[in-house]
Structures are given as C-alpha cells and as structure tokens.
C-alpha cells in the first residue's frame, strides 16, 4: 500500500507561480510512476503531467506544457509539479497519483493509477 500527500496549494494571482509537493509512503516509491491530475468544479478529472519511475521520461499535458515541469527525489520519496505563469483556468484541485511502473507502458488515464492523495486546492485570481 502507498499513502501521498500533497502539499504547497493555495491563491495565486494570476502570472504567479506555485510549487506543489507529493510525499510517498509505504513501499518502494522507485517503483512507481507518478501523475499528477486536476479537476476543476463541474468538471471532469484532467491528466496534468506524469513521471516514470526512473524519471526518465516525462509528459505534460498540451494545456500546461511549457509552463509546468515535474520532477522527482526517489531518495526523499518525493515528487514535484513546479506550475509557472498561473492562469485563472488553472484552479482546480490537484491529485498526485502513483501506479506500479516497472516494465509497463505509462499512463495518462486516472483510472489506471492505484494510489491517490487527498489533493489540494490551487486557486488563480485574474
């Protein structure tokens, strides 16, 4: 079993930036691929970004590519979403999430990650 807990939410003007933290616990966190997700009131849940377990590779969603990056610390067990350049259309509660990686394909859906953190909330004034 995997416990995360985000960290680092909170208002932001618009422009600003933020920095949110996924803290892992409970098993080999090396091993696992991380995402982070979003979902904004009314709708539905978005892929954000993810992570392989190596750290490898690295995706962004078109929405927030060239402003986000995400990075990881196996070391510390920790993962990071470093969100740039905040738009009002970027609040929303943000999830990090893991799922086993080794030796499989990665993912972009949230219903093929097994572990979830309780999110945190990420709000841009205009």
């Known amino acids: 079993q995997v416990q995360l807990v985000e960290s680092g939410g909170g208002l932001v003007q618009a422009g600003g930036s933020l920095r949110l933290s996924c803290a892992a616990s409970?098993?080999?966190?090396?091993?696992?691929?991380v995402g982070w997700f979003r979902q904004a009131p009314g709708k539905e849940r978005e892929f954000v970004a993810r992570i392989m377990y190596s750290g490898g590779r690295i995706t962004l969603s078109d929405s927030v590519q060239g402003r986000f990056t995400i990075s990881r610390d196996n070391a510390k067990n920790m993962v990071y979403l470093q969100m740039n350049s905040l738009k009002p259309e970027d609040t929303a509660v943000y999830y990090c999430?893991?799922?086993?990686?080794?030796?499989?394909?990665?993912?972009?859906?949230?219903?093929?990650?097994?572990?979830w953190g309780q999110g945190t909330q990420v709000t841009v004034s205009s």
């Open positions: 409970g098993r080999t966190f090396s091993d696992l691929d």
């Open positions: 999430a893991g799922r086993p990686g080794v030796g499989r394909i990665g993912s972009f859906y949230s219903n093929e990650y097994d572990y």
